[in-house]
């Protein structure tokens, strides 16, 4: 069974702070890996995508790679409360053409206070 | 404007109905999607497509049927063989050759079996 686990939330911090939200997954052949914001009521969208080893950083939002240890996060610097909705970590386990394939975690709610 | 449309939003179903979500993409992505999501829970693909008349199974396609007769529409049909139909549908699409995994997704189906 193809797996992608997240750390368990709900998530809350403060206004300004960072948020660091993890995820695991089990196929060791995965090479692409996503970063989806879904707000309450509302679909995914896309926020980062990361294909190699080490750091992609995209204004406030900095994805993490570690393929040896099967692990990706996603950091969000100067959390705003913008920022609250659930963020899904998404791996494409098939390659190939079928990157549309993904397996998603169940989300980590993260809330932003004031 | 480009884009997904799903209809309808909101559906209530009895038991032993079949229902049929639509999909309509103008984006002339040449993939569609379906996935469920469940209360608190992440994504689970039901079936995708990556050309008209071809579809494939994913991890979840027992109890449901699709088609693919033109490239823009992708419906589903859930059947009275699926056990726990009462979840959120989201259609969605991508262009074949690309690798950044951006599903763009309808605002979804929200099916309530009474």
């Known amino acids: 069974q193809k797996e992608v686990e997240q750390n368990s939330g709900p998530l809350s911090v403060p206004e300004g702070a960072i948020a660091s939200l993890n995820c695991t997954y089990s196929d060791r052949g995965s090479q692409s890996f996503f970063w989806y914001r879904q707000y309450s009521g509302k679909s995914p969208e896309l926020i980062m995508f990361?294909?190699?080893?080490g750091d992609k950083e995209d204004g406030r939002f900095t994805a993490q790679l570690n393929k040896a240890s099967q692990y990706v996060s996603l950091l969000i610097r100067d959390s705003q409360p913008s920022d609250s909705a659930t963020y899904l970590c998404?791996?494409?386990?098939?390659?190939?053409?079928?990157?549309?394939?993904?397996?998603f975690g169940q989300g980590t709610i993260l809330t932003v206070h004031p | 404007d480009g884009g997904i449309t799903q209809s309808p939003k909101y559906l209530f179903r009895k038991e032993g109905q079949n229902v049929t979500l639509s999909c309509e993409q103008n984006l002339n992505h040449d993939a569609m999607y379906w996935y469920r999501q469940d209360p608190g829970q992440g994504l689970r693909l039901i079936y995708y497509?990556?050309?008209?008349?071809?579809?494939q199974k994913g991890d979840i396609a027992e109890g449901y049927s699709v088609s693919r007769e033109k490239k823009e529409s992708f419906p589903l049909t859930v059947t009275s063989a699926q056990k726990n139909p009462t979840a959120f549908y989201l259609c969605?699409?991508?262009?074949?050759?690309?690798?950044?995994?951006?599903?763009?997704f309808g605002e979804g189906s929200r099916l309530t079996v009474l």
């Open positions: 998404a791996v494409n386990m098939y390659g190939g053409t079928s990157y549309g394939k993904l397996t």
């Open positions: 497509s990556q050309i008209v008349n071809d579809f």
């Open positions: 969605a699409s991508s262009r074949l050759a690309t690798r950044t995994g951006e599903l763009f």
């Open positions: 990361i294909y190699s080893n």
